[in-house]
């Protein structure tokens, strides 16, 4: 049954490319072939925040087309852009071979998060949630609303996030796990820089990053 309201959905409204609206094959696909063709993968990095505490950081490919339109899309309250980030990030790079406890957005300020509606790191990591199978934990929230990092220096962009993050949870249960932090892009990695220092406190095991694009 459900396969067949599948195929009615897609006769009514057939799928297409997210990108350049293309007509797709199957309602399962995002981009059609020409532009995942277009998409340069890149190697999982290092990620580091102290001599001892070294993470990787899995991204789908650069900040460029037709990623970069699909992460812009947030300004124009587009979530259904976001759902379709997180299922590329998933699909296309290796973070489905990788070994993780819980899934931790990067929050919005609540002002932001009021006048687009939801958060695209939020969105996303729902769902790799999904994929996956592991929890999303909202451990972390803003504490302050910070001014745009486009633009700003490296300097500039650590003076930005200083106490930026607070931390929301505590406990033992949480002591020896691994996170998968998720976020939209990373240019410096400032922004999860901070956000990672703020759990540090909890001795987890490891961490991990997800990103759509890593600007290279």
């Not at 300004?75 to 852009?81: F, L, T």
Request: glycine share 4%; charged share 25%.
């Amino acid at each position: 049954m459900k396969r067949i309201v599948g195929y009615i959905r897609d006769f009514l409204a057939p799928p297409c490319c997210a990108y350049c609206s293309t007509f797709l094959h199957s309602s399962h696909e995002i981009l059609c072939s020409l532009c995942n063709q277009s998409i340069q993968s890149i190697t999982t990095s290092p990620f580091k925040i102290t001599e001892k505490t070294q993470g990787k950081v899995f991204a789908i490919s650069d900040y460029k087309d037709p990623l970069r339109s699909l992460v812009l899309a947030k300004h124009n309250r587009n979530r259904i852009a976001s759902q379709q980030l997180g299922k590329l990030l998933w699909k296309q790079t290796d973070l489905k071979f990788a070994e993780f406890d819980y899934i931790v957005p990067l929050p919005l300020h609540w002002t932001r998060y009021a006048w687009r509606w939801f958060n695209q790191a939020e969105v996303m990591a729902d769902e790799i949630a999904i994929l996956s199978g592991k929890p999303v934990l909202h451990l972390i929230e803003r504490s302050r609303r910070t001014v745009s990092q486009t633009g700003l220096s490296r300097k500039e962009r650590k003076n930005n996030m200083q106490n930026a993050f607070v931390l929301k949870e505590k406990g033992n249960h949480l002591k020896g796990k691994t996170f998968l932090f998720i976020d939209d892009v990373m240019t410096t990695g400032t922004t999860l820089h901070a956000a990672i220092e703020v759990v540090r406190p909890l001795k987890i095991k490891n961490f991990l990053v997800g990103v759509a694009c890593r600007v290279l």
